[in-house]
Protein backbone atom coordinates (compact mmCIF):
# COMPACT_ATOMS: atom_id res chain seq x y z
CA UNK A 1 0.00 0.00 0.00
CA UNK A 2 2.73 2.56 1.25
CA UNK A 3 3.94 1.72 -2.71
CA UNK A 4 0.64 2.68 -4.54
CA UNK A 5 0.44 5.46 -2.02
CA UNK A 6 3.80 7.17 -2.90
CA UNK A 7 3.98 6.68 -7.31
CA UNK A 8 0.22 6.56 -8.63
CA UNK A 9 -0.15 3.20 -10.72
CA UNK A 10 -0.33 3.36 -14.40
CA UNK A 11 -2.82 0.37 -14.24
CA UNK A 12 -6.31 0.34 -14.70
CA UNK A 13 -7.13 -1.36 -11.53
CA UNK A 14 -6.92 -0.29 -8.16
CA UNK A 15 -4.36 -1.50 -5.23
CA UNK A 16 -6.19 -3.31 -2.40
CA UNK A 17 -4.43 -0.90 -0.11
CA UNK A 18 -5.83 2.08 -2.04
CA UNK A 19 -9.17 1.10 -1.86
CA UNK A 20 -9.28 -0.11 1.89
CA UNK A 21 -7.51 3.22 2.73
CA UNK A 22 -10.05 5.84 0.60
CA UNK A 23 -12.97 4.02 1.91
CA UNK A 24 -11.96 3.90 5.58
CA UNK A 25 -11.18 7.97 4.97
CA UNK A 26 -14.44 8.76 3.27
CA UNK A 27 -16.41 6.50 5.33
CA UNK A 28 -14.62 8.57 8.36
CA UNK A 29 -15.98 11.60 6.64
CA UNK A 30 -19.64 10.63 5.94
CA UNK A 31 -20.57 9.36 9.26
CA UNK A 32 -20.49 12.49 11.34
CA UNK A 33 -22.05 14.71 7.97
CA UNK A 34 -24.70 12.30 8.15
CA UNK A 35 -25.70 12.25 11.06
CA UNK A 36 -25.68 16.29 11.44
CA UNK A 37 -27.13 16.88 8.43
CA UNK A 38 -29.60 14.52 7.78
CA UNK A 39 -30.69 13.28 11.36
CA UNK A 40 -30.33 16.28 13.41
CA UNK A 41 -32.82 18.48 11.26
CA UNK A 42 -35.06 15.50 11.69
CA UNK A 43 -34.98 15.70 15.14
CA UNK A 44 -34.80 19.75 15.33
CA UNK A 45 -38.25 18.97 13.30
CA UNK A 46 -39.83 17.05 15.85
CA UNK A 47 -38.58 19.70 18.32
CA UNK A 48 -41.06 22.40 16.73
CA UNK A 49 -38.68 24.18 14.22
CA UNK A 50 -39.39 25.68 11.26
CA UNK A 51 -38.37 24.36 7.81
CA UNK A 52 -36.30 28.10 7.41
CA UNK A 53 -35.26 27.60 11.03
CA UNK A 54 -33.86 24.14 10.12
CA UNK A 55 -32.11 25.83 6.62
CA UNK A 56 -30.07 28.50 9.06
CA UNK A 57 -28.37 25.51 11.28
CA UNK A 58 -26.91 24.42 8.08
CA UNK A 59 -24.46 27.29 8.69
CA UNK A 60 -22.44 25.32 10.71
CA UNK A 61 -21.46 23.50 7.85
CA UNK A 62 -19.83 26.66 6.58
CA UNK A 63 -16.15 25.02 6.93
CA UNK A 64 -17.39 23.12 3.74
CA UNK A 65 -18.18 25.33 1.70
CA UNK A 66 -14.62 27.49 3.07
CA UNK A 67 -12.22 25.26 3.09
CA UNK A 68 -10.99 26.58 -0.40
CA UNK A 69 -9.28 29.22 1.37
CA UNK A 70 -6.52 27.42 3.52
CA UNK A 71 -6.49 24.39 1.09
CA UNK A 72 -3.27 25.55 -0.68
CA UNK A 73 -1.75 25.80 2.90
CA UNK A 74 -2.70 22.24 3.62
CA UNK A 75 -1.28 20.92 -0.20
CA UNK A 76 1.66 22.72 1.08
CA UNK A 77 2.83 22.37 4.61
CA UNK A 78 3.12 19.12 6.42
CA UNK A 79 2.39 15.91 4.87
CA UNK A 80 -0.97 14.50 4.24
CA UNK A 81 -0.66 11.75 6.78
CA UNK A 82 0.11 14.19 9.53
CA UNK A 83 -3.08 16.02 8.48
CA UNK A 84 -5.38 12.85 8.67
CA UNK A 85 -3.80 12.06 11.62
CA UNK A 86 -4.71 14.78 13.08
CA UNK A 87 -7.75 15.74 11.83
CA UNK A 88 -9.33 12.47 12.78
CA UNK A 89 -8.48 12.15 16.05
CA UNK A 90 -9.65 15.81 16.49
CA UNK A 91 -13.27 14.50 15.65
CA UNK A 92 -13.34 11.78 17.67
CA UNK A 93 -12.05 13.46 20.56
CA UNK A 94 -14.72 16.13 20.19
CA UNK A 95 -17.51 13.32 19.71
CA UNK A 96 -16.45 11.56 22.80
CA UNK A 97 -16.19 14.65 24.90
CA UNK A 98 -19.69 15.33 23.75
CA UNK A 99 -21.04 12.02 25.19
CA UNK A 100 -20.38 13.49 28.37
CA UNK A 101 -22.02 16.64 28.33
CA UNK A 102 -25.39 17.56 29.58
CA UNK A 103 -27.33 18.25 26.01
CA UNK A 104 -30.78 17.44 27.02
CA UNK A 105 -31.40 21.45 28.46
CA UNK A 106 -29.66 23.25 25.82
CA UNK A 107 -28.70 22.56 21.98
CA UNK A 108 -25.58 25.51 22.38
CA UNK A 109 -22.72 23.01 23.52
CA UNK A 110 -23.84 20.42 20.44
CA UNK A 111 -23.94 23.33 18.28
CA UNK A 112 -20.33 23.79 18.78
CA UNK A 113 -19.22 20.63 18.95
CA UNK A 114 -20.86 20.15 15.47
CA UNK A 115 -19.26 23.11 14.26
CA UNK A 116 -15.78 22.13 15.40
CA UNK A 117 -16.36 18.55 13.86
CA UNK A 118 -17.31 19.98 10.80
CA UNK A 119 -13.89 22.28 10.66
CA UNK A 120 -11.82 19.12 11.56
CA UNK A 121 -13.71 17.02 8.39
CA UNK A 122 -13.55 19.48 6.00
CA UNK A 123 -9.48 20.16 6.63
CA UNK A 124 -9.23 15.78 6.27
CA UNK A 125 -11.20 16.43 3.33
CA UNK A 126 -8.80 18.39 1.89
CA UNK A 127 -5.75 16.58 2.37
CA UNK A 128 -8.14 13.13 1.40
CA UNK A 129 -8.78 14.33 -1.96
CA UNK A 130 -5.44 15.83 -2.54
CA UNK A 131 -4.14 11.97 -1.53
CA UNK A 132 -6.97 10.69 -4.07
CA UNK A 133 -6.06 12.85 -7.04
CA UNK A 134 -2.86 12.40 -6.82
CA UNK A 135 -2.64 8.16 -6.40
CA UNK A 136 -5.59 7.47 -9.04
CA UNK A 137 -4.16 7.75 -12.83
CA UNK A 138 -7.16 9.26 -15.58
CA UNK A 139 -8.26 5.56 -16.42
CA UNK A 140 -8.73 4.73 -12.51
CA UNK A 141 -10.77 7.72 -11.73
CA UNK A 142 -14.07 6.52 -12.61
CA UNK A 143 -13.73 3.65 -10.32
CA UNK A 144 -11.22 5.87 -7.43
CA UNK A 145 -14.76 7.89 -7.47
CA UNK A 146 -17.06 5.08 -7.01
CA UNK A 147 -15.46 3.95 -4.02
CA UNK A 148 -15.27 7.84 -2.81
CA UNK A 149 -19.03 8.17 -3.59
CA UNK A 150 -19.65 4.96 -2.10
CA UNK A 151 -17.69 5.25 1.10
CA UNK A 152 -19.12 8.43 2.04
CA UNK A 153 -22.46 8.01 1.20
CA UNK A 154 -22.87 5.11 3.14
CA UNK A 155 -21.52 6.99 5.61
CA UNK A 156 -23.64 9.41 5.86
CA UNK A 157 -26.20 6.72 5.79
CA UNK A 158 -24.73 5.27 8.47
CA UNK A 159 -24.61 8.26 10.38
CA UNK A 160 -28.22 9.46 9.25
CA UNK A 161 -30.00 6.59 9.37
CA UNK A 162 -28.43 3.94 12.11
CA UNK A 163 -26.48 6.80 14.46
CA UNK A 164 -30.41 8.48 14.41
CA UNK A 165 -31.94 5.01 15.14
CA UNK A 166 -29.41 4.89 18.36
CA UNK A 167 -30.28 8.06 19.31
CA UNK A 168 -34.02 7.02 19.55
CA UNK A 169 -33.47 4.74 21.87
CA UNK A 170 -30.42 5.41 23.99
CA UNK A 171 -30.06 8.98 23.50
CA UNK A 172 -26.93 11.36 23.18
CA UNK A 173 -24.21 9.38 24.89
CA UNK A 174 -24.55 6.53 23.05
CA UNK A 175 -24.59 7.73 19.89
CA UNK A 176 -21.81 10.18 20.53
CA UNK A 177 -19.49 7.29 22.26
CA UNK A 178 -20.44 5.57 19.27
CA UNK A 179 -19.53 7.68 16.81
CA UNK A 180 -16.14 8.48 18.30
CA UNK A 181 -15.29 4.49 18.38
CA UNK A 182 -16.20 4.54 14.60
CA UNK A 183 -13.56 7.50 13.69
CA UNK A 184 -10.97 6.36 16.04
CA UNK A 185 -11.58 2.63 14.10
CA UNK A 186 -11.28 4.33 10.55
CA UNK A 187 -7.91 6.04 11.82
CA UNK A 188 -5.95 3.02 11.61
CA UNK A 189 -5.33 2.66 8.24
CA UNK A 190 -3.74 6.07 8.11
CA UNK A 191 -1.01 4.75 10.18
CA UNK A 192 0.41 2.20 6.82
CA UNK A 193 0.35 5.35 4.99
CA UNK A 194 3.95 5.73 3.69
CA UNK A 195 5.26 9.67 4.51
CA UNK A 196 4.53 11.54 1.22
CA UNK A 197 5.63 15.42 1.18
CA UNK A 198 2.13 17.43 0.63
CA UNK A 199 3.87 18.96 -2.78
CA UNK A 200 4.99 16.16 -5.01
CA UNK A 201 6.29 18.98 -7.69
CA UNK A 202 9.16 20.45 -5.53
CA UNK A 203 12.70 18.80 -4.75
CA UNK A 204 13.65 17.61 -0.99
CA UNK A 205 14.89 20.69 -0.43
CA UNK A 206 12.63 22.78 -1.56
CA UNK A 207 9.79 20.92 0.21
CA UNK A 208 11.32 21.37 3.33
CA UNK A 209 11.68 24.76 3.29
CA UNK A 210 7.57 24.82 2.26
CA UNK A 211 7.11 22.99 5.61
CA UNK A 212 9.37 24.98 7.58
CA UNK A 213 8.46 28.53 6.77
CA UNK A 214 4.91 28.29 5.39
CA UNK A 215 4.05 31.66 4.17
CA UNK A 216 0.62 33.23 5.56
CA UNK A 217 0.04 33.97 1.58
CA UNK A 218 -1.55 30.83 0.92
CA UNK A 219 -4.31 31.80 3.64
CA UNK A 220 -5.06 34.93 1.82
CA UNK A 221 -4.06 34.14 -1.68
CA UNK A 222 -3.52 31.47 -2.63
CA UNK A 223 -7.20 30.23 -3.65
CA UNK A 224 -7.67 33.16 -6.10
CA UNK A 225 -4.13 32.09 -7.80
CA UNK A 226 -6.01 28.67 -8.44
CA UNK A 227 -9.24 30.51 -9.52
CA UNK A 228 -7.70 32.60 -11.96
CA UNK A 229 -6.71 29.07 -14.14
CA UNK A 230 -8.14 29.42 -17.46
CA UNK A 231 -11.52 27.62 -17.84
CA UNK A 232 -12.45 27.63 -13.98
CA UNK A 233 -14.54 29.78 -13.32
CA UNK A 234 -16.51 28.53 -15.90
CA UNK A 235 -15.99 24.88 -15.06
CA UNK A 236 -17.20 25.71 -11.42
CA UNK A 237 -20.78 27.47 -12.90
CA UNK A 238 -21.45 24.83 -14.99
CA UNK A 239 -21.09 22.11 -11.91
CA UNK A 240 -23.35 24.63 -10.11
CA UNK A 241 -26.16 24.28 -12.50
CA UNK A 242 -25.64 20.91 -12.64
CA UNK A 243 -26.19 20.45 -9.08
CA UNK A 244 -28.55 22.80 -7.94
CA UNK A 245 -31.88 21.39 -8.56
CA UNK A 246 -31.12 18.21 -7.32
CA UNK A 247 -29.45 19.47 -4.01
CA UNK A 248 -32.86 21.52 -3.27
CA UNK A 249 -35.16 18.36 -3.91
CA UNK A 250 -32.94 16.01 -1.30
CA UNK A 251 -32.31 18.80 1.12
CA UNK A 252 -35.39 18.51 3.03
CA UNK A 253 -36.21 15.50 2.77
CA UNK A 254 -35.94 13.97 6.18
CA UNK A 255 -38.27 16.92 7.17
CA UNK A 256 -40.55 15.66 4.67
CA UNK A 257 -40.82 11.87 5.89
CA UNK A 258 -41.46 13.47 8.91
CA UNK A 259 -44.49 15.59 7.87
CA UNK A 260 -46.00 13.03 5.86
CA UNK A 261 -46.14 10.84 9.36
CA UNK A 262 -43.00 8.99 9.25
CA UNK A 263 -41.94 7.62 12.41
CA UNK A 264 -38.34 8.36 13.44
CA UNK A 265 -37.69 4.51 13.66
CA UNK A 266 -39.27 4.24 9.71
CA UNK A 267 -36.82 7.33 8.81
CA UNK A 268 -34.02 5.45 9.97
CA UNK A 269 -34.89 2.04 8.27
CA UNK A 270 -35.81 4.20 5.06
CA UNK A 271 -32.64 6.18 5.19
CA UNK A 272 -30.44 3.78 6.75
CA UNK A 273 -30.78 -0.05 5.62
CA UNK A 274 -32.64 0.39 2.59
CA UNK A 275 -31.11 3.45 1.07
CA UNK A 276 -27.38 1.78 2.08
CA UNK A 277 -27.83 -0.58 -0.89
CA UNK A 278 -28.90 1.93 -3.16
CA UNK A 279 -25.78 4.12 -2.27
CA UNK A 280 -23.14 1.11 -2.97
CA UNK A 281 -25.49 0.19 -6.30
CA UNK A 282 -25.43 4.43 -7.52
CA UNK A 283 -21.61 4.67 -6.85
CA UNK A 284 -20.68 1.42 -8.43
CA UNK A 285 -23.25 2.26 -11.79
CA UNK A 286 -21.00 5.79 -11.98
CA UNK A 287 -17.75 4.47 -11.48
CA UNK A 288 -18.33 1.64 -14.39
CA UNK A 289 -20.00 4.38 -16.95
CA UNK A 290 -17.30 6.63 -16.13
CA UNK A 291 -14.68 4.10 -16.39
CA UNK A 292 -16.34 2.39 -19.04
CA UNK A 293 -17.86 5.07 -21.51
CA UNK A 294 -16.43 8.16 -20.26
CA UNK A 295 -17.36 11.15 -18.57
CA UNK A 296 -20.12 12.45 -21.21
CA UNK A 297 -22.89 10.02 -21.05
CA UNK A 298 -21.51 8.93 -17.44
CA UNK A 299 -23.13 12.70 -16.97
CA UNK A 300 -25.89 12.50 -19.49
CA UNK A 301 -27.30 9.25 -18.04
CA UNK A 302 -26.67 9.97 -14.31
CA UNK A 303 -28.18 13.79 -14.79
CA UNK A 304 -31.13 12.98 -16.72
CA UNK A 305 -32.60 9.86 -14.35
CA UNK A 306 -31.51 11.92 -11.36
CA UNK A 307 -33.56 14.42 -12.41
CA UNK A 308 -36.72 12.16 -12.99
CA UNK A 309 -35.79 10.29 -9.45
CA UNK A 310 -37.45 13.96 -8.11
CA UNK A 311 -40.74 13.31 -10.05
CA UNK A 312 -41.23 10.30 -7.37
CA UNK A 313 -40.92 13.14 -4.40
CA UNK A 314 -43.44 15.28 -6.12
CA UNK A 315 -45.92 12.33 -6.43
CA UNK A 316 -45.54 11.27 -2.79
CA UNK A 317 -45.51 15.10 -2.12
CA UNK A 318 -48.88 15.66 -3.77
CA UNK A 319 -50.49 12.39 -1.78
CA UNK A 320 -49.51 9.31 -3.87
CA UNK A 321 -48.42 6.20 -3.34
CA UNK A 322 -47.93 6.36 0.39
CA UNK A 323 -45.31 4.96 2.48
CA UNK A 324 -44.11 2.64 -0.20
CA UNK A 325 -43.81 5.25 -2.87
CA UNK A 326 -41.79 7.63 -0.16
CA UNK A 327 -39.07 3.91 -0.04
CA UNK A 328 -38.93 3.80 -3.86
CA UNK A 329 -38.41 7.94 -3.98
CA UNK A 330 -35.46 7.89 -1.55
CA UNK A 331 -34.12 4.33 -3.18
CA UNK A 332 -34.04 5.88 -6.72
CA UNK A 333 -32.29 9.09 -5.23
CA UNK A 334 -29.43 6.91 -3.75
CA UNK A 335 -29.15 5.05 -6.71
CA UNK A 336 -29.23 7.62 -9.52
CA UNK A 337 -28.25 10.24 -7.34
CA UNK A 338 -24.72 8.41 -6.87
CA UNK A 339 -24.22 7.64 -9.97
CA UNK A 340 -24.42 11.64 -10.85
CA UNK A 341 -22.16 12.20 -8.32
CA UNK A 342 -19.30 9.88 -9.31
CA UNK A 343 -19.23 11.29 -12.82
CA UNK A 344 -19.46 14.99 -11.91
CA UNK A 345 -15.93 14.07 -9.33
CA UNK A 346 -14.36 12.43 -11.61
CA UNK A 347 -14.63 15.46 -14.02
CA UNK A 348 -13.47 17.23 -11.32
CA UNK A 349 -10.22 15.27 -10.67
CA UNK A 350 -9.76 15.80 -14.26
CA UNK A 351 -9.82 19.34 -14.25
CA UNK A 352 -7.05 19.34 -11.27
CA UNK A 353 -3.56 20.54 -12.05
CA UNK A 354 -0.70 18.43 -11.22
CA UNK A 355 1.27 19.64 -7.23
CA UNK A 356 -2.25 21.26 -6.65
CA UNK A 357 -4.22 18.18 -6.49
CA UNK A 358 -6.08 19.09 -2.88
CA UNK A 359 -5.92 22.94 -3.69
CA UNK A 360 -8.11 22.58 -6.82
CA UNK A 361 -10.27 19.29 -6.09
CA UNK A 362 -11.34 21.33 -2.86
CA UNK A 363 -11.76 24.54 -4.96
CA UNK A 364 -14.62 22.49 -6.69
CA UNK A 365 -16.10 20.74 -4.03
CA UNK A 366 -17.04 23.96 -2.08
CA UNK A 367 -18.59 25.53 -4.94
CA UNK A 368 -20.47 22.05 -4.91
CA UNK A 369 -21.25 22.69 -1.16
CA UNK A 370 -21.72 26.28 -1.99
CA UNK A 371 -24.47 25.09 -3.77
CA UNK A 372 -26.03 22.51 -1.78
CA UNK A 373 -26.03 25.24 0.85
CA UNK A 374 -28.00 27.77 -1.73
CA UNK A 375 -30.10 25.04 -2.55
CA UNK A 376 -30.88 24.01 0.64
CA UNK A 377 -32.04 27.27 2.17
CA UNK A 378 -33.83 27.92 -1.07
CA UNK A 379 -35.87 24.61 -0.48
CA UNK A 380 -36.87 25.86 3.22
CA UNK A 381 -38.04 28.76 1.97
CA UNK A 382 -40.14 27.50 -0.66
CA UNK A 383 -41.21 24.95 1.50
CA UNK A 384 -42.94 26.93 3.91
CA UNK A 385 -44.20 29.65 1.65
CA UNK A 386 -46.09 26.69 -0.66
CA UNK A 387 -45.25 23.42 0.48
CA UNK A 388 -43.03 20.32 -0.74
CA UNK A 389 -45.49 19.81 -3.97
CA UNK A 390 -43.98 23.03 -5.25
CA UNK A 391 -40.54 22.53 -3.79
CA UNK A 392 -39.80 19.25 -5.75
CA UNK A 393 -41.76 20.40 -8.74
CA UNK A 394 -39.08 23.47 -8.92
CA UNK A 395 -36.11 21.17 -7.97
CA UNK A 396 -37.06 19.16 -10.67
CA UNK A 397 -37.41 21.64 -13.78
CA UNK A 398 -33.96 23.36 -12.72
CA UNK A 399 -32.44 19.92 -12.29
CA UNK A 400 -33.33 19.34 -15.66
CA UNK A 401 -31.93 22.60 -16.78
CA UNK A 402 -28.74 21.77 -14.99
CA UNK A 403 -27.90 18.30 -17.53
CA UNK A 404 -28.53 20.44 -20.76
CA UNK A 405 -26.00 23.16 -19.79
CA UNK A 406 -23.56 20.64 -18.18
CA UNK A 407 -23.52 18.84 -21.66
CA UNK A 408 -23.71 21.74 -24.14
CA UNK A 409 -20.56 23.22 -21.97
CA UNK A 410 -18.70 19.66 -22.30
CA UNK A 411 -19.67 19.82 -26.16
CA UNK A 412 -18.45 23.04 -26.37
CA UNK A 413 -14.60 22.01 -24.81
CA UNK A 414 -15.58 23.77 -21.60
CA UNK A 415 -13.08 23.93 -18.80
CA UNK A 416 -9.58 23.70 -17.63
CA UNK A 417 -6.82 22.54 -20.42
CA UNK A 418 -6.46 19.02 -18.75
CA UNK A 419 -10.39 18.15 -18.88
CA UNK A 420 -10.20 19.13 -22.92
CA UNK A 421 -6.98 16.96 -23.15
CA UNK A 422 -8.60 13.60 -21.17
CA UNK A 423 -11.89 14.41 -23.80
CA UNK A 424 -9.61 14.08 -27.06
CA UNK A 425 -8.43 10.95 -25.56
CA UNK A 426 -11.96 9.71 -26.15
CA UNK A 427 -13.80 7.24 -23.57
CA UNK A 428 -10.74 5.03 -23.36
CA UNK A 429 -8.72 6.86 -21.49
CA UNK A 430 -4.55 6.31 -21.33
CA UNK A 431 -3.22 6.64 -17.99
CA UNK A 432 -0.37 8.23 -19.55
CA UNK A 433 -2.46 11.66 -19.74
CA UNK A 434 -1.33 14.00 -17.48
Known amino acids: MMTAMSTPSRTSTLAVGTMVLLTALYFAQGLPYGFFSQAVPVILREEGYSLTQISVYGLLFAPWGLKFLWAPYVDRYGTRRRWLLAMQLTSATIALVLAFLDLSGTLVWLLVGIAVINLASATQDIATDGLAVQSLGPRQRGLGNGIQVGAY ?45 ADTTTTPSEDRAHRSRPSPALLLTGWLARLRRPGVLVFI ?5 FKFGNSMGSALVGPFMSDVGLSLGQIALVEGAL ?15 AF ?143
Open 275 to 289: SSAGALAGAALGGWL
Open 153 to 197: RVGMIVGGGGLLWLFSLAGWRSLFVAMSVLLVALTLPVWFLARTP
Open 237 to 241: LVVGA
Open 292 to 434: RYGRRPALLFGGVTQTLSLALYLAAAAGAGGFWLVVTASLAEHILGGAATVAVFTLMMDACEKGYEGSDYTLFACAVVGVQGAAGFVAGVVGDLFGFPALFGIALVLSGIGVVVMIRALDRGMGPASIQALRRAGPRISDDLV
